[in-house]
């Protein structure tokens, strides 16, 4: 079933959920808790896409959210090999250990 | 009545992503952002996009998830890394940050509430099969990108993986 809600009121849902990540990428220092509010990010990203495809009826924002989904799959599983290279050279989870270019 | 289905979940998600970005334990923060998942996939659901919400629940709260705690739990973070997150995380920090968002979501607010047309969605439900239709014929080549990428960091995440594997065998 679904119902009808005003789209600007999904929009600010999103627009919420989207600056928390954004409050938690500012704030955190440890790398883990970096990648989870990405997540965050682009899951609200998706809820905007979601919001505009059903204002229209169409599939086309479930079908962009599905290719953030895709982007989103592709990100961690990159970020989290490096999480455990960061871990096992500096022995800490600091992003800013490892701000130093050092071949 | 109808809209408190729609807000019920999108409150719940909004106060456990809360939950997410100030929990000192990761595996904490990873309940939360689980109930934080599932909550939105709620939200897809009553908007009328009952796939997206599968896809949300199997992928993001099933998949992606799994592999943060896998992480996680490798990492072996215990008691001294809640210590140290408590060192990192001082209150006085989170002022800065927070009033540039605060700043940011007023604006937002302001812009969002000030479109000029009142515009509702439409109700309806948009099955697997019309997403399929479309996923397949128009955005084809979007689909094959996908792939390409997901290729890419199938590729990269063996390159770092396995260095860090082969590292530790090592002393």
Do not use: C
Not at chain 1, 40 to 54: K, P, S, T
Not at chain 2, 20 to 34: C, E, F, W
Not at chain 2, 92 to 105: E, F, K, N, Q, T
Not at chain 2, 114 to 142: C, H, N, W
Request: a neutral charge.
């Amino acid at each position: 079933m679904a119902i009808e809600v005003p789209v600007e009121q999904v929009l600010m849902v999103a627009a919420g959920l989207f600056l928390l990540g954004l409050l938690g990428v500012l704030v955190r220092r440890n790398i883990i808790f970096l990648l989870m509010s990405l997540e965050v990010m682009m899951n609200a990203a998706g809820l905007a896409f979601i919001a505009a495809g059903a204002k229209w009826g169409a599939p086309d924002g479930q079908i962009m959210f599905m290719l953030i989904l895709a982007l989103a799959a592709a990100e961690v599983a990159v970020a989290l090999g490096l999480v455990l290279q960061i871990s096992r050279r500096f022995d800490t989870l600091d992003v800013d250990a490892a701000s130093e270019l050092n071949g | 009545m109808d809209l408190a289905l729609f807000w019920i979940p999108a409150v719940v998600a909004l106060v456990s992503t809360g939950f997410v970005i100030t929990r000192k334990n990761a595996s904490h923060a990873l309940i939360y952002l689980v109930v934080s998942l599932l909550s939105v996939a709620v939200i897809f659901f009553v908007l009328g996009a009952p796939f997206a919400a599968a896809l949300e629940v199997v992928i993001y709260a099933g998949a992606i998830v799994v592999l943060f705690l896998f992480v996680v739990m490798m990492l072996n973070l215990g008691k001294t890394s809640v210590m140290r997150e408590s060192r990192w995380m001082r209150p006085g920090m989170w002022i800065g940050p927070a009033v540039l968002v605060s700043i940011l979501l007023i604006t937002m607010v302001y812009v969002i509430s000030g479109m000029p047309d009142a515009s509702v969605t439409r109700g309806e439900v948009v099955g697997p099969k019309t997403v399929g239709i479309q996923l397949f014929q128009p955005y084809l080549l979007a689909v094959e990108l996908a792939g390409f990428l997901l290729l890419a960091a199938l590729i990269g995440a063996y390159h770092l993986g396995r260095r860090y594997l082969e590292q530790r065998r090592e002393p």
